[in-house]
């Protein structure tokens, strides 16, 4: 579903020899704060002590095998420039030495602490890994599953603990032993899918995310409320926008769990008690301006937020809003494009409804 563009790049043998040089720069720059000391020296001290030395030699020919032997000015002279480039090179002898233990210890603390805080956090580990396997084992009796207060809990436990992968699982076997009830799966659901949290790495919180989504997709049928028409159990995180930094498959398995959702019930079920379903379509606007979002994600959701434009009751909704998700959408929405032919024609569908209940019956000929 991409707009078919032509990329302008640089030829290979350009791209090559441009990230030597800077890569080459970049390694220099790194270690010149290093050696800054030893170039100061050699500048201030080692230069001008070798330019003197130069001078001495011509001035006093020394260099004269053949000449007169030295008076005793000149080894007055001698000897008080041997003792001052003996007393510098002492000095700066000193200052090398002195940097050099200062450096070793530094870097010894360096890897003292970072031995440490590994240690730490490898603790820190196993105390939340051995909190969860107590956790899990709070959840299941010989006997079934304990309250769904107790399960509830447990499971909320692992998601705080940095365990979303393992609680996901958890909840989806938990659902189908019907030991968690519908708004506490929703409640966990909405946080993986908001969090950051987790003691693996970011593949684990983007698998947890997976999981979520999927578990979230399967669970359509029951999320709404009928004895309350117009309610249903959702997430918050994905009503009326959209959490960042998702990849496509867990992307589009919330729009279509949404979609799903929607279309489950009539479009009069969810505005009977003056309530709107609006905020799809606002979550939908939230996925497609996500500029961390894959491009397709961004343009399945601009497509069916203009495509529920259509279901709306105009003489209830305000038409600038109507005129505003156009706007917004033009750019990304592509109606012709959609990449699951069986939720296209079920959103067809139920616009088709919704707005044949609006139209006023035929009246009879006389």
Not at 15 to 44: E, F, I, Q
Not at 97 to 113: E, F, G, M, P, V
Not at 198 to 217: I, M, P, Y
Request: proline share 5%; charged share 20%.
């Amino acid at each position: 579903m991409r707009a078919n563009t032509t990329t302008a790049t640089m030829p290979p043998a350009a791209n090559t020899a441009t990230g030597a040089d800077s890569k080459s720069h970049s390694h220099r720059m790194h270690y010149l704060p290093k050696y800054w000391l030893p170039v100061v020296l050699t500048c201030l001290i080692g230069i001008p002590l070798y330019a003197l030395l130069i001078s001495v030699i011509v001035r006093s020919d020394l260099l004269d095998f053949e000449g007169k032997p030295f008076s005793d000015e000149q080894f007055k002279a001698l000897i008080a420039f041997f003792g001052v480039a003996l007393g510098t090179t002492a000095t700066a002898l000193g200052v090398f030495l002195t940097k050099a233990s200062n450096d070793r210890a530094q870097a010894q603390q360096a890897a003292s602490l970072r031995q440490a805080e590994r240690a730490e956090q490898e603790s820190e580990a196993r105390q939340k890994l051995d909190t969860a396997v107590q956790v899990l084992g709070l959840m299941k009796f010989e006997s079934g599953y304990a309250a769904k207060a107790v399960t509830g809990g447990a499971l909320t436990t692992l998601v705080h603990l940095g365990h979303p992968v393992i609680a996901m699982r958890t909840l989806q076997a938990a659902l189908a032993d019907e030991a968690v009830d519908i708004s506490t799966a929703v409640w966990l659901i909405d946080q993986v899918l908001s969090g950051d949290h987790t003691v693996g790495d970011r593949s684990d919180l983007a698998v947890s995310k997976q999981d979520a989504a999927e578990l979230l997709l399967s669970l359509v049928d029951q999320l709404p409320d009928d004895a309350r028409p117009g309610y249903a159990a959702w997430p918050s995180c994905i009503s009326g926008r959209w959490p960042p930094d998702l990849d496509v498959q867990t992307g589009m398995n919330l729009v279509f769990a949404m979609l799903s959702t929607l279309t489950s019930r009539p479009e009069s079920w969810w505005t009977s008690r003056d309530l709107t379903w609006l905020w799809t379509i606002d979550t939908l606007v939230g996925a497609a301006e996500d500029i961390s979002g894959h491009q397709h994600l961004r343009e399945e959701s601009a497509t069916y937020a203009t495509v529920l434009l259509g279901a709306i009751d105009l003489e209830a909704v305000d038409q600038e809003y109507v005129q505003d998700v156009n706007q917004r959408m033009s750019s990304l929405a592509h109606p012709d494009y959609l990449s699951n032919a069986g939720m296209e024609l079920r959103v067809d569908a139920w616009i088709a409804e919704a707005n044949s209940r609006r139209e006023p019956p035929d009246s009879e000929a006389p």
